[in-house]
């Protein structure tokens, strides 16, 4: 039989599958649009920005389907993790306030204005706002990131004893120090730079594909372009993966050891029973660094071949690295929903005792905040389990008619903007 | 003088989170009437083989996808005014009320992927009927995916059979987290079902039949506009489409759904009642229009506004909202939409007398204004009295007083210790800022519906070509 926990994880772990690809994606194209449409204009070579028009079109979709399964999310949290998400959204409100603002109010108005004033105002004031409209994507990880920060080391709260509170006790925050979390920074460069690099090599793996059928040169500037892109950013984008790892394994216990393979060789032997991760991801680690060396070949290979193969198998490779990167970073917290950060460990035991500090880290984790007690749908999957495999299937058939969209998306017929400023 | 509990919550979060809410609610009724127009229309036009039903059905759903992404990403502002403002809500629909949201998914999705399916696909899908089927299923999402977010506001209002709303704090001294006060659980798992119980339902439909009689009534008046300047006959083609289904659904509206969602109120929330009925006493008295509406008689006595105290009333507003907005507005848009229906379906008969000839031309110019305002404010009216009707509390219930006074009303409080952060900080100026995005993004709709049809005759002339 399925637990509870199992239910709660796969289908939060399916969500964010689906929507981490499409929001890199969608950051990816946010930067390098106007990036494109800047290097067209300032070499007078009207391909690039033949470019950026013509990946617009995708950046509206992908950010629509991203947007879609940012919000089923929510939802799962919400259904599966009532406490936590709550407890999140009551401490950390102002994060979610702000990339809310940014991800909708401010950021779908840029898009949909940049896309409509391609070619109908002054280029670089287009550009302009291109870079405005980047500069919005960018706030929504930038605040989501702190979130998945503080899961790995909730820096900045506070635990105060609490008699009246059902778990015995209550949290507050303190702002100036939810920022300086040491795993904040890394993760969100890290995320910044591995969406541009993972949506160049897509850009390049298309364009790769196409070229064979279409020798044009619009197909081979692209080719050219993403691949230094995907090179550039993948190397720092590596280079701030291994600083977040590194700041993992100094701060968040569970993490690394789920990592790893093994505790952290600060974590004294008493608190291995505290920190010990569910599941061990080395084997996923593994396969990740050996994806991103894979791709390394097959990106240097690139400036030499332009191979269907290769194209193709890029497009598989970097999806898989950028998923299995994700939901091991999305795992490697379990049990924990928050790991308890070592730091506060000695204060809680001087303050309150051992007793009350285990009572804090039982409550932090996945099992204890899904509440299921308390939580209706598990209730009602586990007398009505049909409900659940049920919406498996659909949930198949939808990923599959999502791949189907996504494809037809990204094969649609084109106008290009000399035909449309010959139209005008 | 004993301390009075605070049960509501601050004015300028209501107001900031009422007019979200009026705001989404008016771009997802655009939506679900334009895709209902939009396979109507297609629908009339594999029957006839008319263009012009093929040009309005391709343009409605072009519309009606504009109003559907817009209002979806503001849902999702929604949602985040949920999880920032009244963060304990979270809370509660994991506990209880998610099966809604839970199912509301799949119409989402169903939303997503069909709906840009079924616009993009004029013209490359042969078969027209099974276009039209596509299209089907792309409405079906969203009125599925409004069927269950107003099985959550049903509940709000009423709560659902064996639904228990515990309060910690009074049974136990204790909180959850220093958050909230109150937990609310069903008395069996299976109880979850109980979201969409008969009383929900009528809500519901009650919901849905507004949000249609109000786009269709924007619509046609539009369509009347220009019917009157330019009396061209596909314009009364569609007229006598739009309005006598207007007046039809009106009806159905107020004779039925409208009089069984009254019984509800009657039955579920008594303070409701008084307030919505403005029936300003305190203790029982007898109402005989209440009385005659509700019973059939004209004796039947019923609890004052100022029966209950002071805390636990909602708005007095609300009586105008009710009986003003709602009810007269209502009757008024019946009038109107009847009366043109009349009118353009039976032309022959009404020709031969003068003054229905006068009639019809007073009618027909005032509905140009008078139809879309009458349905917006009564649809306003409506949706003010629902959700301010029940305020200070959600999940409303009314027990029998064991003391023998006015029905005891219990349910989770809107404010601190219910479902309010606790820890928010919400400056006027923040207020503001927020009210001017949930104003804006609604006219970016509206704008970007009239550049779509201001841009559509040059978008079919351009050339496709592949690169």
Request: glycine share 8%; charged share 10%; hydrophobic share 55%.
């Amino acid at each position: 039989m399925v637990s509870a926990t199992d239910i709660a994880v796969g289908l939060i772990a399916w969500a964010f599958s689906v929507h981490l690809p499409l929001v890199y994606t969608v950051l990816g194209l946010g930067w390098l649009l106007p990036t494109l449409e800047l290097i067209g204009y300032r070499r007078n070579n009207q391909v690039y920005v033949d470019l950026a028009h013509n990946m617009a079109n995708y950046l509206i979709t992908v950010y629509a389907i991203g947007g879609l399964f940012g919000t089923i999310i929510t939802v799962f949290l919400a259904g599966l993790l009532p406490i936590f998400t709550n407890i999140a959204g009551a401490l950390l409100w102002p994060v979610w306030g702000v990339a809310i603002a940014f991800g909708v109010a401010i950021a779908l108005p840029f898009i949909g204005f940049y896309y409509r004033s391609f070619g109908r105002i002054d280029p670089m004031k287009h550009v302009v706002i291109g870079y405005g409209m980047a500069v919005a994507l960018t706030v929504i990880p930038a605040m989501f990131r702190l979130v998945f920060a503080f899961i790995n080391y909730p820096a900045g709260v506070e635990v105060f004893k609490d008699e009246t509170s059902l778990v015995g006790f209550t949290l507050g925050i303190n702002w100036s120090q939810v920022f300086l979390n040491p795993t904040y920074a890394p993760l969100f460069l890290a995320t910044l730079f591995g969406a541009i690099a993972m949506t160049g090599i897509l850009i390049n793996s298309i364009f790769g594909w196409r070229y064979a059928i279409d020798k044009s040169e619009y197909r081979l500037m692209g080719y050219r372009i993403s691949n230094w892109i995907s090179l550039v950013f993948g190397v720092v984008y590596a280079l701030f993966a291994g600083l977040y790892l590194y700041e993992v394994y100094l701060y968040s216990p569970t993490v690394a050891w789920s990592i790893l393979s093994k505790p952290p060789a600060y974590l004294p032997s008493s608190l291995y029973s505290v920190y010990e991760p569910t599941m061990i991801l080395t084997g996923v680690f593994y396969m990740d660094v050996a994806l991103g060396i894979i791709l390394l070949i097959l990106i240097v290979l690139s400036f030499r071949f332009i191979n269907r193969s290769i194209s193709a198998l890029k497009l598989i490779l970097v999806l898989l690295l950028m998923t299995s990167a994700e939901v091991m970073n999305g795992l490697a917290h379990l049990p924990y929903a928050i790991v308890p950060p070592l730091s506060a460990v000695p204060k809680l035991v001087s303050n309150y005792g051992l007793q009350f500090t285990l009572q804090v880290a039982n409550t932090l984790k996945v099992s204890t905040l899904l509440t299921p007690e308390l939580n209706a749908l598990v209730q009602l999957v586990s007398v009505q389990p049909g409900l659940l495999y049920g919406s498996l299937v659909i949930f198949a058939i939808f990923n599959a008619l999502l791949l189907y969209v996504i494809y037809a998306a990204l094969s649609w017929k084109w106008t290009p903007q000399i035909l449309r400023v010959e139209k005008q | 003088m004993m301390d009075q509990p605070i049960l509501g919550a601050p004015t300028d979060i209501r107001v900031v989170s009422a007019v979200g809410i009026l705001a989404h609610l008016s771009l997802a009724s655009s939506f679900l009437g334009t895709i209902l127009l939009a396979i109507v229309a297609e629908f009339l036009y594999i029957r006839k083989h008319n263009q012009f039903w093929y040009n309005t059905a391709r343009t409605f759903s072009v519309i009606s996808t504009i109003f559907f992404g817009v209002g979806a990403a503001f849902g999702t502002l929604v949602e985040f005014g949920l999880v920032t403002l009244w963060s304990n809500f979270i809370s509660l629909i994991g506990e209880a009320i998610v099966l809604p949201f839970y199912l509301e998914l799949f119409a989402f999705l169903i939303e997503v992927i069909i709906l840009p399916l079924y616009v993009f696909t004029w013209n490359k899908i042969k078969n027209q009927v099974l276009h039209w089927i596509i299209g089907i299923v792309a409405a079906f999402g969203g009125y599925y995916s409004a069927y269950n977010i107003l099985a959550v506001m049903a509940s709000l209002s009423m709560r659902p059979p064996g639904l228990e709303v515990i309060n910690l704090y009074q049974a136990t001294g204790q909180n959850v987290v220093g958050l909230t006060d109150y937990v609310i659980k069903w008395a069996s798992p299976i109880d979850a079902w109980n979201m969409f119980w008969w009383g929900a339902n009528v809500f519901i439909f009650h919901g849905i039949l507004a949000v249609v009689i109000l786009t269709w009534s924007i619509i046609a008046a539009i369509y009347l506009y220009l019917y009157i300047h330019d009396r061209k006959p596909e314009r009364l083609m569609i007229l006598k489409i739009l309005v006598p289904t207007v007046a039809v659904l009106t009806a159905i509206q107020g004779f039925v759904i409208g009089h069984l969602q009254g019984e509800l109120v009657l039955q579920d929330d008594p303070l409701k009642l008084a307030a919505l009925e403005g029936m300003f006493w305190s203790g029982l008295k007898i109402d005989p229009l209440t009385s005659f509406f509700a019973y059939g008689t004209f004796n039947h006595a019923f609890w004052g506004y100022f029966s209950w105290p002071t805390y636990e009333r909602p708005p007095a507003f609300v009586s105008v909202f009710y009986w003003v907005f709602m009810v007269i507005f209502g009757i008024l848009l019946g009038i109107w939409s009847g009366a043109l229906s009349l009118w353009y379906l039976f032309p022959g008969f009404f020709d031969r007398f003068s003054w229905a000839k006068t009639l019809a031309s007073f009618f027909e110019r005032s509905s140009v204004y008078l139809m879309p305002f009458f349905a917006a404010f009564a649809s306003i009216g409506g949706a003010v009295s629902a959700e301010s009707g029940r305020y200070p509390f959600i999940l409303v219930q009314a027990d029998p007083n064991p003391s023998g006074g006015p029905p005891v009303i219990t349910g989770v409080p809107v404010g601190p210790g219910g479902l309010l952060n606790p820890t928010l900080y919400f400056p006027v100026w923040l207020a503001v800022l927020v009210l001017i995005v949930e104003i804006a993004m609604p006219s970016l709709a509206v704008y970007m519906v009239y550049l779509y049809l201001r841009g559509m005759p040059r978008r079919e002339e351009a050339k496709v070509v592949e690169y």
